[in-house]
Each structure stands twice: as structure tokens, then as C-alpha cells.
């Protein structure tokens, strides 16, 4: 089963940058709808953004949308999410993993439990 590994989490001031990246563990990565969600400890993960798997459609929670990307390159089976104007709320743990629905489809897929291969998060920390 594909397993992801997330990267490039930091501290950064509100208003900064970052690119996170979601290195799949195999192939089977250009074949799959990819989703990136988030969580404060104690809180339930949320949903953050989708793709599908040619990355023709992508999905953003109205949160997050108008700031974050998301992108993918298949060739180097790793997922991205370019997250511009940060937020202090923007902070938390970030996660990627792999859609267990139709490949073709992203939009409304929001359910972590339609989701499997969750790597072990990387830390985003926005100061204000």
C-alpha cells in the first residue's frame, strides 16, 4: 500500500510563505486523488485541499482558498501545497494521503476516512 512522507513544515511569520511536498512511496501515486489535511492537537482533522490524478481538478476548503495551491508531479511522485498570505489559524499539522474514491474525482472528497497512506505529518507554525 503507497505510504506518504510530508516535508518542508517550519515557523514563519503571518504573511510568509511556505511549500510543503508529499513524496509517495511508489508509483501507484500517478493513478491516485491526493488530499492534504491538517489538525490541531485536540481538534479533528480537517481538509485543506484535493487533486485529482492527472491534476486537471483541484479542491480547496474556503479557508484556505485564494491562498494555498495545490499541484503535482507525477513523474517525481510527490504532491505540493504552496501556501501563500499565512495566518496564525493556519497553524497545525499538515498531512497527505491518497483517495480511496475514483481518481477522476476530488471535488466534495473531504472525509478523512476516504483517505489511507498518511505519512506522519510536518509541523506549520504561523507567528503573528
Known amino acids: 500500500q503507497v505510504q506518504m512522507v510530508e516535508s518542508g513544515g517550519g515557523l514563519v511569520q503571518a504573511g510568509s510563505s511556505l511549500r510543503l511536498s508529499c513524496a509517495a512511496s511508489d508509483r501507484t501515486f500517478s493513478s491516485l486523488a491526493m488530499g492534504w489535511f491538517r489538525q490541531v492537537s485536540g481538534k479533528e482533522r480537517e481538509f485543506v485541499a484535493g487533486?485529482?490524478?492527472?491534476?486537471?481538478?483541484?479542491f480547496y476548503a474556503d479557508s484556505v482558498k485564494g491562498r494555498f495551491t495545490v499541484s503535482r508531479d507525477n513523474a517525481k511522485n510527490t504532491m505540493y501545497l504552496r501556501m501563500d498570505s499565512l495566518k496564525p489559524e493556519d497553524t497545525a499539522v499538515y498531512y497527505c494521503?491518497?483517495?480511496?474514491?475514483?481518481?477522476?474525482?476530488?471535488?466534495?472528497?473531504?472525509?478523512?476516512?476516504?483517505?489511507?497512506?498518511w505519512g506522519q505529518g510536518t509541523q506549520v507554525t504561523v507567528s503573528s
Open positions: 494521503a491518497a483517495s480511496s474514491r475514483h481518481p477522476i474525482i476530488i471535488a466534495g472528497i473531504t472525509r478523512p476516512q476516504d483517505f489511507y497512506g
Open positions: 487533486i485529482n490524478f492527472s491534476g486537471s481538478s483541484t
